[in-house]
């Protein structure tokens, strides 16, 4: 790394910050840092996380916990096929006092968004949510106006129920930074959910341990993050190898790749490095890069996933040996 950014990244002080942080929101969400991580990763990777999970694992509480720890606002969106577009991002009402438009911002407008159930919305509803996503902007009536910074999409779909549903197309797919699962807790895990409830104990409970500003600094430490350029070809490699796996009908884009990259910077930073391993790319690439593959029908007979092209490749294509 050049000696002027690592003039401006302090890892003891980012270390501290994102310590505070994991700490905070795994007070409720028990026993799933790797999910905490995630999150936490696709916040200051400026992304958006895409949660496939049954109901009642605690999605609604990473959401919650994780703007209270930020100290930043937070909104909930119940999608259901009557939201209309204007019901997310916001309308202009007509004030007789001052005889002209006034915009009323919508709920997306918060620096955390739970898209709750973002299937169960029909399709000209979920595209309102694009614009939001990639330009982190809203357009109404012809006038542009500026989301919250930081801001996070964390978006849910329940894989059991999808009578009535609308499957994301790829193009929104490709927006979300990180598709997971939280998945069910541990024992002692759940032993310690019921103890905080039986305490009292709420999610809303939670103080900010960080300010805004911190975030927005976390956020500025990870763009300074080094990656050698072995990293990048690694990168384009692993991305470029699951466009040629059998049974795939359509690879990993190039804002695949790109993902990838803002990616493994967070993780860097959020592990304490100033550059960027092998080990980093590898580690996200299924979160990253699978919810962007379709298979055909070859595959879709044969049980590939892209989770599975995924590992396929990361086996295959050859990472970068230190030097």
């Known amino acids: 790394m050049s000696s002027s950014r690592s003039a401006t990244l302090d890892l003891d002080v980012t270390a501290d910050t994102i310590s505070r942080i994991t700490a905070s929101v795994g007070t409720f969400i028990q026993g799933k840092g790797e999910v905490i991580e995630l999150a936490l990763i696709c916040l200051l990777a400026e992304g958006h996380l895409l949660l496939d999970d049954v109901p009642g694992v605690g999605k609604t509480s990473l959401a919650r916990a994780l703007a209270n720890s930020l100290g930043v606002s937070w909104n909930r969106l119940q999608f259901t096929p009557d939201v209309l577009p204007s019901d997310v991002t916001g309308v202009s009402v007509y004030n007789q006092g001052t005889t002209s438009f006034e915009f009323h911002p919508g709920p997306v407008f918060a620096s955390v968004v739970l898209a709750d159930e973002i299937n169960r919305a029909t399709p000209r509803t979920q595209s309102a949510l694009l614009e939001a996503m990639e330009e982190r902007t809203v357009s109404v009536d012809g006038t542009t106006h500026q989301l919250p910074r930081p801001f996070l999409v964390i978006a849910t779909q329940n894989p059991v129920d999808m009578a009535g549903t609308y499957p994301l197309p790829e193009a929104q797919l490709d927006r979300f930074l990180m598709r997971t699962a939280i998945g069910y807790p541990s024992h002692s895990a759940e032993v310690d959910v019921l103890t905080n409830h ?69 993780r860097a930073l959020v592990h304490g490095r100033a550059f960027v391993t092998p080990g980093d790319v590898q580690t996200l690439s299924i979160p990253v890069l699978a919810h962007r593959i379709v298979m055909d029908v070859d595959g879709e007979t044969r049980g590939v996933t892209g989770a599975s092209v995924c590992a396929e490749v990361i086996e295959t294509v050859p990472a970068p040996q230190p030097n």
């Open 198 to 266: 039986h305490r009292g104990s709420s999610v809303s409970d939670l103080t900010p341990v960080v300010t805004p500003q911190q975030v927005q600094m976390l956020i500025s430490s990870a763009s300074m993050v080094e990656v050698d350029g072995s990293i990048l070809d690694y990168i384009v490699r692993l991305t470029g190898a699951t466009r040629q796996i059998g049974g795939v009908s359509l690879g990993a884009s190039p804002r695949g790749s790109v993902g990838l990259l803002r990616a493994a910077r967070a």
